[in-house]
């Protein structure tokens, strides 16, 4: 046994030291190739970067009523879609490139049919890469999966960016400003073998937007 260890001993240092960077290696390929892709959120991974892109991007995610009052942290320890209750009932979803976290999605049921878009957003050091289009599909696709037969956005109208995503590329329809600040956006899913009762569900969405653009457009008038 002493003469083995004698002769291989150096041979085997060299063995171990070759595995050792191979596994390095593969530890590296999982880590840059695999930690990529539209994921549920972490908090221990994910909360701190998501804070970061909602300080860069306060004014344009938060409105003006709320600017001074709202809480991230209690959106995201209690999956919450208001800031007054713990309703657990909201999606939490990041954006992972390399390692990071670069963006972030929230939305929710509002009813049986119908999901809310409340947020999302991409890290400011990481746009004008497509990832604003990739998350917002990723988005209607999960909302349709889970059964919505109405999809709709409440923005800022001078989210210009933002507004030629949902209304240029996925074809948004605006239905209603309000105090001249924001915007109430509302889309579709086209739906094949839909049943009566999807169909009613549907036409009862449809006639209420048409209220929210004409009671939109009397605001409007009154404004003036």
């Not at 605006?174 to 036409?203: C, E, F, G, R, T």
Request: net charge positive.
């Amino acid at each position: 046994m002493i003469k083995f260890f004698r002769h291989y001993g150096s041979n085997m240092k060299k063995i171990i030291g070759i595995l050792t960077c191979l596994l390095g290696l593969f530890f590296a390929y999982s880590w840059f190739f695999y930690d990529n892709g539209i994921v549920d959120y972490v908090e221990s991974r994910d909360k701190a970067a998501i804070k970061k892109i909602f300080a860069d991007e306060w004014k344009m995610l938060i409105s003006d009523e709320s600017m001074n009052t709202y809480s991230v942290d209690f959106m995201l320890d209690n999956r919450s879609e208001t800031q007054h209750t713990k309703s657990d009932k909201l999606v939490l979803k990041v954006l992972r490139e390399r390692g990071q976290t670069i963006g972030f999605l929230a939305y929710y049921p509002k009813s049986l049919y119908w999901w809310h878009l409340l947020f999302l957003a991409v890290d400011k050091d990481h746009r004008k890469k497509g990832y604003a289009t990739k998350m917002l599909q990723f988005v209607i696709d999960d909302m349709i999966a889970r059964g919505a037969a109405k999809i709709t956005i409440f923005t800022r109208l001078a989210n210009t960016k933002a507004r030629a995503l949902y209304e240029g590329k996925f074809g948004f329809k605006d239905i209603a400003h309000y105090q001249d600040k924001y915007m109430d956006l509302v889309w579709y899913p086209a739906k094949k073998n839909v049943d009566d009762h999807d169909k009613a569900i549907n036409s009862a969405a449809l006639r209420y937007d048409k209220h929210a653009v004409n009671y939109g457009r009397l605001q409007q008038v009154r404004n003036l």
